[in-house]
C-alpha cells in the first residue's frame, strides 16, 4: 500500500511564488518516478513536471523556466517550486508516483492564482 500526502497550496498573486510537497509511505521501491500533475476546472488533468530516482526530469512547455521539480529520496519526498505564477496555473495539483508499473495518487491540494 502506497500512501501519497500532499500540501502547500494556496492563494497567490500572479509573479508570486509557491512550493508544494508531496511525501510518499507505504511500499516505496528504489526505482520508480514521482511527478505533478494538474487539472484546472471544466478542463482534463495534464503533466507538469516529473523526475525519476536517478534524478532525471522533464517539464511541460507551458512550465519550463518558472518551475523546479526537486526529491528527497531519503523522505520519499517531492517538491513543486513554483515561481512567475500565473493565472492559467490555477488548479488541482496532484501528486504521483509510479513504481512497479503502477500509478498512485495523492488527493490533490488547489493552486489558485488572482490576477
Known amino acids: 500500500q502506497v500512501q501519497l500526502r500532499e500540501s502547500g497550496g494556496g492563494l497567490v498573486q500572479t509573479g508570486g511564488s509557491l512550493t508544494l510537497s508531496c511525501a510518499a509511505s507505504?511500499?516505496?521501491?528504489?526505482?520508480?518516478?514521482m511527478a505533478w500533475h494538474r487539472q484546472a476546472p471544466g478542463k482534463q488533468r495534464e503533466f507538469v513536471a516529473v523526475?525519476?530516482?536517478?534524478?532525471?526530469?522533464n517539464y511541460a512547455d507551458s512550465v519550463k523556466g518558472r518551475f523546479t521539480i526537486s526529491r528527497d529520496n531519503v523522505k520519499n519526498t517531492v517538491y513543486l517550486h513554483m515561481n512567475s505564477l500565473k493565472p492559467e496555473d490555477t488548479a488541482v495539483y496532484y501528486c504521483?508516483?509510479?513504481?512497479?508499473?503502477?500509478?498512485?495518487w495523492g488527493q490533490g491540494t488547489q493552486v489558485s492564482v488572482s490576477s
Open positions: 507505504g511500499n516505496i521501491f528504489a526505482i520508480n518516478a
Open positions: 504521483n508516483l509510479f513504481q512497479k508499473d503502477t500509478n498512485y
Open positions: 523526475m525519476s530516482s536517478n534524478t532525471m526530469t
